[in-house]
Every structure is written in structure tokens, then in C-alpha cells.
DNA sequence: CAAATGCCTTACCAAGTGGTAAGATGACTA
DNA sequence: TAGTCATCTTACCACTTGGTAAGGCATTTG
């Protein structure tokens, strides 16, 4: 069955979302299904491995939707807007991605691999190129367009993987009153700086 | 000598801040340098503790650091502007310090101690409040104010935290062309944001 | 001078780490 | 029917984990 694969990867994502690639154990993985660490190590052969086969799903699942989303737009700036508000809900309803992504982030710092950020880095320059044709910025100030997409990128992420901090020190109702009220923000913010200027 | 002590801190930092907590061995840190796992434990009882330590100098550092650039500078606007921009060299000046505290953001899901989301409370707070000034929002809406006070931490913070992956898949010229202009793209986005419908 | 204290060491521990080796079981195939 | 293969097991392995125990040594304190 692959079946057992699938659940091992499930079961990967949230203890690697959760504790980061140093922190996960893979017998931890393996206690929480009911296979031993051994059935997992054949699937995979070595914790790389399934680390790397959890990051290959999210990156494309994340690859897909945005062609989801620029397949659908077909003006500029809506689709520049709607791809982030998509990769906004994105964030939201896979929290744990989120997470995963940014451990990702902060373990590059020491990583050599770099696999993962190639993964991704279709994605940013997609981003970069949108952004750019908003901005009307010529090839060498390619920078400022970058620096637009980054800031969004942070608004959307830093914000989802902050659920825990934020609904524990302003408790739950503020904390939904905030998240309910964040994804209008963001298009609010994306519309001020889109006119800014142009 | 409590120079011993520093030390420990020090590197300590640097290796949170590189693996996260569960990440990080209190043998790593102490093999940075010239002493035993035993010094270190001597010195902070555990390895919890030690980390309690660390993250307390990162909270008053930032803490000083806001009270400074408040009393800086008397319009609110320019104030608010200055914050975040103060924050963001603040990051760029201390990257560790930054990795280390968005690990604990990511970590914050397990823990359930939250002593330091309680650290950075007031920092938060005293943003928020900043922002509803300059927004004329009312109370009930300060939902408003925090989203915003959040997309500018997220965009100061994941940009800072995400240098070793940008520089790596960018190239280190195009990644300085990025983060030169970065401090100016912040203002804009701000300048962008305040001047919206107000 | 004696006692206490701070700093740091070696020695040790039970539990957990990623991974190998060697099967057991069952299904599919020659 | 015998052989192969995928799946999953128990048994191990050397190494690392956070932490305890106990003591050496120097400085401070009574």
C-alpha cells in the first residue's frame, strides 16, 4: 500500500512543522502511526530523505495553486492582489506548511543543500515578475520589486506561523477578531502601495 | 569571573538562534569554547534556564531600543516611521537575535510556558497604540492598528531571517542590491499605508 | 588558620539518536 | 511449486542527549 507512505508523510509534516528538522525524531514520527521507526526508514531510507519528500509536497502544492490563481486573473493587478490574498489562505489553511517553511528558512541558514530554496525560487521570481510590470520598474531596479514582494511575503507568513503567540497573549476572541479582519488589511495595504506613486 | 558566564550567552545565542532550542545540544555550546557542558550547567542549572536567559537580553535589548528611538522623536508619524525602521537595522545589526526569536515563534506552538510572548507584549502594544493614533481608529478597531503593526513586523523580520536563502539563490551582488534598498522600500510601504484614505 | 564558597573538572547514568542486519509474513510471478 | 519482492518486524549498534555526583583548586570570609 502506499497508503503507509502517505500517513508517514503526514505524520513527518507535523512533527517537522512543529519541532523543526533537528528537533524531530523520526521515532517520533513512526510512535505517532502504528508502524515501528524501521517501517518508516525502509519507505525512506534516512530522515533526509522524508524531509526532503515533505518539502517536495508543499512546494508543489503551493506551485500549483499559484497557477491556479494567475490562470484565473486575468488583469495585472487583481492577479497581483489575488495571489497573495490565495497565498495568504494558503498559509491559513496549512498552518503547518507555514510553519515547515519558515523552520526551512531559518535552518538554511547552516543547510548546504539549497534544494528547497530552488523549489521555491520559481515561485519568487513569478512573484518579482508581477510585481515589476505593477511598478513600472525598468531591469535595474529590479530590486525594488523584489523588496515589495519580500515585504508581502513577511505580512502573509510571520502573521499565519504567529497564531499561537498572538491567540495566547490577546486571547481567542481578540485574536479572531484580528485574524477575521487581517486578509481585508492585507488587500488594504497592497492597494495603498500599488497607488503610491503610480 | 563572570566574563564566563557572557561567554556562555554568547555562544549559546548563536547556537539557538542556528537550531532552536530542541535543536541545540548544551554540548554544542559549551564545545564553542574552552569550558565543559559541566561549566555551563554550573553557571545557568539547565538548559532551559540558560535559554530563558538568552531570550531575556534579546526582549530588553529591544525593549531599550524602542524607548530610545520613542523618545526620539515627537511626531507620532515620524515616530512610527522611525520605529520600524529602528527594528529593522536592529534586525539586520543582530541577525541571531532575530532567527532565535522567530524560532521561538515557531516553537510557541508546543510550549506552554509563553513566558517571553509576555516579554514582547508591551513592545506590541506599544506599536498598536501608535499605529491607532496615526489610523484615527477607534477602539473597536483596533484589530485594525495590530494588523498592520504585524504586516510591517513581517515584513521587517522575515526579510532579515530569510539573507542566507535570498543570497544564496539570488547571488550575493543582486542580494546587496536588495537589501541596500530594503530600509527605503520600508519607508515607502509605510508612507504608502499612512497616506491611504487619511 | 579553618571553613566556606565559587568555579570547573572527570566520571557516570538512563534514555534517546539515526541507522544496520536479519528475518517474518504474505502476495504476486516463473 | 518455488522464487522473488514489498512490507514490516525484533534485535542490535555506537553515539549523543540532559543531568547527577563528587571532588579538586583557588579565593574569600570567619
Redesign the pocket.
Known amino acids: 500500500?502506499?497508503d503507509?507512505r502517505e500517513r508517514f508523510i503526514e505524520a513527518a509534516t507535523t512533527a517537522f512543522a512543529e519541532r523543526g528538522f533537528y528537533g524531530?525524531?523520526?521515532?517520533?514520527v513512526s510512535d505517532a502511526l502504528?508502524?515501528?521507526?524501521?517501517?518508516l526508514?525502509?519507505?525512506f531510507g534516512?530522515?533526509?530523505k522524508l524531509y526532503a519528500e515533505v518539502m517536495k509536497r508543499i512546494s508543489d502544492r503551493l506551485m500549483q495553486e499559484l497557477d491556479e490563481i494567475r490562470d484565473q486573473y486575468a488583469d495585472p493587478r487583481a492577479c497581483f492582489e489575488e495571489t497573495f490574498v490565495g497565498l495568504y489562505r494558503s498559509a491559513q489553511q496549512h498552518p503547518n506548511d507555514t510553519a515547515l517553511l519558515m523552520h526551512e528558512l531559518l535552518d538554511n541558514r547552516r543547510r548546504a543543500e539549497a534544494s528547497k530554496s530552488w523549489y521555491l525560487k520559481p515561485l519568487l521570481d513569478a512573484l518579482t515578475e508581477m510585481a515589476m510590470a505593477l511598478l513600472a520598474i525598468r531591469i535595474r531596479q529590479k530590486h525594488i520589486a523584489q523588496a515589495l514582494v519580500y515585504q508581502l511575503l513577511g505580512a502573509v507568513n510571520y502573521f499565519t506561523v504567529s497564531e499561537p503567540t498572538l491567540s495566547r497573549i490577546f486571547g481567542k476572541a481578540d485574536y479572531a477578531r484580528l485574524r477575521n479582519g487581517y486578509e481585508k488589511e492585507l488587500r488594504t495595504l497592497i492597494a495603498a502601495r500599488l497607488d503610491f506613486g503610480g
Chains 1, 2 share one sequence.
Not at 524531530?24 to 517520533?28: E, F, N
Not at 502504528?34 to 517501517?39: D, E, N, R, V, Y
Open positions: 500500500m502506499t503507509t524531530t525524531s523520526i521515532a517520533a502504528p508502524f515501528t521507526k524501521q517501517a526508514l525502509h519507505h534516512s530522515k533526509e
